[in-house]
């Protein structure tokens, strides 16, 4: 049996580079050899999304962004998470068996807690339970496919291992195998996309290149990206720029040789490296984009597809369920 990758998004906004290279592209490359179960998590984004309208947005603004890189809906089973009431049956469960503390040590929560203490804040000040609880219903997306592999970026590790912890402690609880311990897959050269600030990129962080936006825009964007105040003659360390970094996500390595030997020569300046990263760039996307433009202007087919998917998932989601119902006496 092959084994099996899942992976989600959120549809808190616009998909960026980070994204794509540190989730969407690893997990369709895994897709050749796994059975792959990719999805929208459309209630992780209601934490902090309650504007129906642009929520409703972004679930297909995320699920085109997938099928335009090149996800196959026939190959990967391909849902939104709120399809799968599975996976709140699960959540319900697992909470029992997962303690408060460790969710006390999650970094989302821990950052928005120091964040209000540093504002002087109630600690709890905009804190909702499905925020706390975030990683208990990532567990239960992961743990309902019996995942063996987690394709996502650096920043998700500690949530998998969480899932792990929460797995273990039922299996441990009943003294045997009733949930699969998943593995997360991170690819460490696209771990950690630098965004136009130079700290990760992130929605949150107002530093993104957008996927999907117009050559015009992508171009005023990636002109903005900070850089030092070395002068044109000045030879450059490729390496410690992020310009650099994101150049070599997009060249061809000849073209990467190339550059980082202008680099180092001198004489070369931010802007015009800047021009040649926008040349790669749009090089790459421009397809990307015109296929996401195609499936965002017929939503009732993309609604269709992720529908299928998930009249794919409910049966192996229910037997996990039933799997686990049995395990505890519930059935
Ligand atoms: P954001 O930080 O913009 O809110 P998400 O948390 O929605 O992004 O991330 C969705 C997926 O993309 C996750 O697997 C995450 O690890 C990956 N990802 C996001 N930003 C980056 C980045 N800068 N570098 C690598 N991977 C990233
Ligand atoms: N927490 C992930 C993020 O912020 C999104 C997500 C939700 C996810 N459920 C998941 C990722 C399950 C992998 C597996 O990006």
New binding site residues.
């Given amino acids: 049996m092959k084994k099996i990758s899942l992976?989600g998004?959120?549809p808190?906004?616009d998909l960026?580079i980070?994204?794509y290279?540190?989730?969407?592209k690893p997990a369709l490359e895994l897709a050749n050899e796994y059975d792959a179960r990719y999805f929208i998590a459309d209630y992780h984004a209601l934490n902090t999304m309650k504007d129906p309208k642009e929520l409703n947005t972004t679930i297909r603004q995320v699920a085109a962004g997938w099928l335009a890189s090149g996800l196959d809906p026939e190959k990967v089973i391909f849902y939104r998470q709120s399809s799968i009431p599975e996976v709140f049956e699960l959540n319900a469960m697992l909470m029992a068996f997962t303690a408060k503390g460790l969710m006390n040590r999650a970094h989302a929560y821990k950052a928005a807690v120091q964040d209000n203490a540093e504002k002087g804040d109630d600690t709890d000040a905009g804190i909702n339970m499905g925020l706390f609880t975030y990683p208990v219903l990532m567990a239960a997306d992961i743990i309902i496919f019996d995942s063996d592999v987690v394709?996502?970026?650096?920043?998700?590790v500690q949530h998998i291992e969480m899932a792990q912890d929460i797995a273990q402690s039922v299996n441990a609880n009943y003294g045997k195998q009733v949930l699969k311990v998943p593995q997360a897959a991170v690819q460490e050269n696209?771990?950690?996309?630098?965004?136009l600030d130079g700290r990760?990129?992130?929605?949150?962080y107002g530093n993104?290149i957008p996927l999907f936006t117009p050559e015009k825009q992508l171009r005023k964007t990636i002109m903005r990206i900070t850089t030092n105040s070395q002068t044109v003659e000045e030879p450059k360390n490729p390496d410690e720029s992020q310009i650099f970094q994101l150049y070599k996500l997009f060249a061809e390595p000849q073209e990467e040789t190339d550059l980082a030997n202008r680099y180092r020569a001198g004489g070369m300046g931010w802007g015009d490296a800047k021009e040649e990263l926008f040349r790669v760039v749009d090089r790459t996307l421009a397809p990307i984009r015109r296929r996401y433009d195609e499936i965002m202007a017929d939503i009732p087919s993309l609604d269709k597809i992720l529908k299928q998917g998930a009249e794919k998932a409910r049966p192996i989601a229910q037997s996990t369920i039933n799997r686990f119902r049995k395990a505890a006496g519930v059935d």
């Fill in positions: 992976t998004i959120k808190t906004g960026h980070g994204n290279f540190g989730a969407i394709p996502v970026g650096k920043d998700q696209t771990a950690l996309i630098p965004g990760k990129m992130s929605k949150s993104i």
